[in-house]
Each structure stands twice: as C-alpha cells, then as structure tokens.
C-alpha cells in the first residue's frame, strides 16, 4: 500500500549497480530506510530527490520486508549548502545526530522541524556557524528529554548568581551555592543565551548572534553537555576538526 510521508533524507548510499539505499527522517514514521530503485540510472526521476538534505514529500510502498520510494515532491534540497565544504560537514553532521537521536516508528516532528530550520540557519551568512551547532545541539537535548536545570540554581533554587554549570549534575549553581569544585564558568549574557535556547519558539531560536566570548562560553556548556549525553563519534564532525 502506497503512502505518503513529510520527511528529510538523511543519507544515501549505493547498492548495486543502479539502487540506493536511502535513510530518511519523517514526521509521521521517525527514522527508517527506504530503497529508491533505479536511481543511479543516468535519466532516473529519483536521482536527485534522493540525496541528502531533500526535504518534502515522500510517496513510499512497503514490500515484504523493506520500504521503497516511488516518488518525491521536493519542498526543498537546500543547494546553498553544497557551495562550501565546512556548511556540508556540517549539515552532514546534523543529519548523523538526527539519525541518532530518532527510532523507526516513533513520531518525530520536533526533530524533523528542527533540523528543518537548521539547516535554514546554516544558510545564512550573518550567522556564526559554531553559534548554530550550538544551538541544535542544545535544543535537540531538549527534544529528547535532556534539559538541564538552566532557569534556576540545582542547590536551593534562586534566579540570581548563576555563574557556574555542573555538567555530572545537569545544572546551574548560583555563587552563594558554589562549593569550589570544578565547574564551567558562565556570565550573565550566557546563562541567558542559554536559557534563550531552550525557551524560545522554533520560528525565533535562530534570530540573535552572541559576541566571541560569549560563544566560547557556550560552546563550553554545550559541548561538554552534549558529550556526556552522547556515546558515538560522528563521522562528519571529525572532517570538521
């Protein structure tokens, strides 16, 4: 029975001599792989619809034991991105931590959506790029149920002072409860950028920038949060590094 799926290709690889294998990040069905058959043939319709970062809408037919694309109404294909190695990698690496992050089977909108607008952001030139990661690395935390206590101090609960973050605690700690130990320093611009992450609408999360020390700042929290979170080493941020 023929469906039709909203979804993102994740990535493609070939399989035999004309097939490929393509993994594809849907709203209604999660994560699964789909053969496009035929589509390294020279005049194949599926031949470009099926490489990575194609966004739209997908009309697949289930088999016996496997998922085939039939065909593809692109939404977009994000060509933008194609243009500079670095913003490839990068959106390559989006797409692994999507892949990730997401099952067959389980409804995945707020992740599609967010790498929707990534992947938007990245195409921006006033945007710092490392600014973006951060900030899909953060959010896509969220979305899968990691949201560290940022908005109030772990220790007694107070607004003010929250100068440090404790990553084995998952938290921010105020200056009256910081017991010396080793922590991340944060000032008052990036606990709020931050909390600006978590907290802002989809439509507005990339609409602001952050000074240098500002960034260095949250990368710290961020990647340092983010590492404990996750046990693989994706492919495309080594290229990156």
């Known amino acids: 029975m023929k469906e039709r799926v909203m979804g993102m290709v994740l990535s493609a690889a070939t399989i035999g001599e004309y097939d490929k294998r393509v993994v594809l990040l ?29 966004f739209g809408e997908f009309f697949i037919y289930r088999g016996r034991d496997s998922y085939s694309i039939e065909q593809v109404e692109v939404k977009n294909f994000f060509p933008e991105l194609r243009k500079d190695l670095d913003d490839l990698y990068m959106a390559l690496y989006f797409c692994e931590v999507a892949d990730y992050f997401t099952r067959e089977g389980m409804e995945a909108s707020s992740e599609l959506n967010l790498l929707y607008m990534s ?4 195409t921006a030139p006033s945007l710092p790029r490392r600014l973006v990661r951060y900030i899909f690395e953060f959010r896509m935390l969220l979305i899968e149920g990691e949201m560290p206590c940022i908005f109030s101090c772990i220790r007694c609960g107070g607004t003010e002072g929250l100068h440090h973050f404790y990553v084995r605690d998952s938290g921010a700690v105020c200056d009256r409860c910081h017991d010396g130990r080793t922590g991340i320093a944060m000032s008052e611009t990036t606990i709020y950028t931050l909390q600006r992450i978590l907290s802002s609408p989809l439509e507005k999360l990339y609409t602001f920038t952050v000074g240098k020390n500002v ?21 495309s941020l080594k290229m990156l590094e």
């Open 119 to 122: 992947l938007r952001a990245l």
């Open 215 to 235: 960034l260095e700042e949250v990368g710290n929290v961020v990647g340092q949060y983010f590492d404990a979170h996750t046990d693989k080493t994706f492919r």
């Open 26 to 54: 849907t709203k209604e069905r999660g994560r699964f792989s789909a053969f496009a058959r035929g589509a390294r043939r020279p005049k194949s319709a599926l031949s470009a619809v099926t490489e990575p970062f194609t």
